[in-house]
């Protein structure tokens, strides 16, 4: 190898920490503001202010955009960190996004489900492919709060039990674990306010379509408890129709 050169697999290895080094010095909370300020949506913002109670404001941005806006950042638990204190559901969701499962912690979390603006991050602080839900603690988390007094913490934890009911990996839990579950939100949808009682029809679809009988437990519950009205703008949360739709069909073998 002559002086000065590099074979091309190192060189490319190289140049890959120089771009990843370099991105990191640019990216802080002034540089994600500063975007979401450029890409703020007028009509979005104009929606926010007229529907929303929180005191929370808003660039008015998409959660779609915001999860690939993320995505494009990657994981960073101190610009997570810097970014939760903010007054912008943008930024907070960013903030929620971009934590580091690996180095979040349960104190964290108990911390920050405090301050969830009476719910207006709570589906992707728990759900919505969030970090919360890939942690080493999450199943512990998630049976913890749903066990809760605190409205906001059983919301959450059922969040969490629809993330878990995705896993595929061989820690996940066991059929008798989510079966447990279903059970549990049988005798218990009655009385839950209408946010927890979506947040139990998510666990419900999610555990209903890990296997046949997981599905016809999770569907006896679902028809049960019917769909689900939320919004005015929105059509009803019907768990049943999901648990029965052709994808379950061809994924399960129904």
């Known amino acids: 190898m002559g002086c000065g050169t590099f074979p091309e697999t190192i060189k490319g290895a190289f140049i890959g920490v120089i771009q990843k080094t370099d991105r990191l010095i640019r990216m802080n909370k002034s540089t994600v503001v500063a975007y979401l300020k450029k890409n703020q949506n007028p009509r979005g913002i104009e929606h926010?202010?007229?529907?929303?109670?929180?005191?929370?404001?808003s660039y008015g941005?998409?959660?779609?955009?915001?999860?690939?806006?993320?995505k494009s950042i990657g994981r960073d638990a101190k610009l997570a960190k810097s970014l939760w204190n903010s007054n912008y559901y943008d930024v907070k969701i960013v903030s929620i996004l971009i934590?580091?499962?690996?180095?979040?912690?349960?104190?964290?979390?108990?911390?920050q489900v405090e301050e969830l603006e009476g719910g207006y991050l709570a589906?992707?602080?728990?759900?919505?492919?969030a970090p919360l839900a890939k942690t080493p603690f999450a199943v512990e988390l998630a049976d913890k709060w749903i066990k809760s007094r605190d409205a906001m913490r059983r919301r959450c934890g059922y969040g969490l039990l629809?993330?878990?009911?995705?896993?595929q990996k061989k820690s996940a839990p066991d059929e008798a674990y989510f079966l447990a579950h279903v059970a549990d939100i049988d005798k218990k949808h009655k009385k839950a306010s209408i946010p927890i009682l979506m947040s139990m029809g998510g666990a419900l679809m999610g555990i209903g379509m890990r296997t046949k009988k997981?599905?016809?437990e999770a569907l006896k519950v679902a028809r049960a408890i019917g769909p689900i009205t939320h919004s005015e703008s929105c059509d009803p949360f019907d768990v049943a129709k999901h648990l029965t739709s052709d994808h379950?069909?061809?994924k399960l073998g129904l």
């Open 48 to 57: 926010w202010e007229k529907s929303n109670k929180s005191a929370l404001k």
């Open 61 to 70: 941005i998409g959660l779609t955009v915001l999860r690939k806006y993320a």
């Open 99 to 111: 934590d580091d499962p690996k180095t979040m912690t349960i104190e964290q979390a108990e911390a």
């Open 123 to 129: 589906h992707v602080f728990s759900s919505c492919d």
């Open 162 to 167: 629809y993330e878990i009911s995705k896993s």
């Open 214 to 216: 997981l599905n016809k």
């Open 248 to 250: 379950a069909k061809q």
